[in-house]
């Protein structure tokens, strides 16, 4: 009986010994940080056998330690202290199920990200749809879809469904080839201009690529001065060079047909050859305005009549 009772107060001796090593060892963990400064409270549960996609934030520019300006773990979450306790969920949450106010989520990001192209943001039509950051960004991975140019479009088309249905039309900007991408032309963070564009009008957004059509010419054509899309669908069309209708009936939704009727004269008049067919027929056979009127941007040429314009 002796004996036993010597038996198992050395077993349970040899037990604190051991829970108090482990304990030991939990402690040196919880001391360490892994990834960012001051993480080693998280990182002793979300290691990278449990949360694999957590330690991620490491290979991404929010896991830069030699920047002073990195966050930690707690400038995003928040203190989180019932979390830390087992108990709930952070304070503030980031995925698609949270709970958390987007406006809370949204506050959290610009504490960091202020100014620069986020200087609209309070006032842009993506904040007051109550559309959160980490809806279009990924902030625990090394690859942000919505900042890379060959997937940004499927972020944006998300949301963007009509534009998407756009892009897939005969006439379009070269989208699927990763040449033009929607960042572009706008800036979803907000802007001063309309539509989220980059810059203050739509001309001025077109010009940044199309310098060409800017001018200035000694002969204007007035809708290109006012907005390129009274004429141009920019997320793509069906008809040539994103036109919004084909010609000519584009040009005579302002030219009314009085000069250069667009409708088949009378056969007869084909046959005795009268002077009245020689007016409609550029029009009539397909080859629309622009064959005598080339320049529709605008001209440098001396005489602002059909005859001048001719190539």
Known sequence: MKDLRYLLAAALQGL????GMSAGAHAADAGKDLVLRGDAVCTTCHTAEMTPHVLEIGKTTMGTTADPRTPS???CHGESLKHRDGDGLPDRTFDKKSTTPIAVRNKACLTCHQGGERIHWTRSPH???QVACTSCHSIHTQHDKVRDRKTQTEVCFTCHKTQRAEMRRASR???AEGKVVCSDCHNPHG?????LLR???VNDTCYTCHMEKRGPFLHSHEPVQEDCTICHNPHGSSNPTLLKVRLPFLCQTCHEPNRHPGTMPDPTAINSGLSNFSTNKAVIMG?????????VHGSNTPNNDAAAFRH
């Open 16 to 19: 604190v010994l051991v829970f």
């Open 73 to 75: 773990c707690i400038s």
């Open 127 to 129: 904040q007051e749809n």
């Open 173 to 175: 900007h070269p989208i």
């Open 191 to 195: 802007t001063s201009g309309p539509n």
């Open 199 to 201: 810059r203050d009008n």
């Open 287 to 295: 080859r629309g305005c622009v064959q005598c009127h080339a320049d």
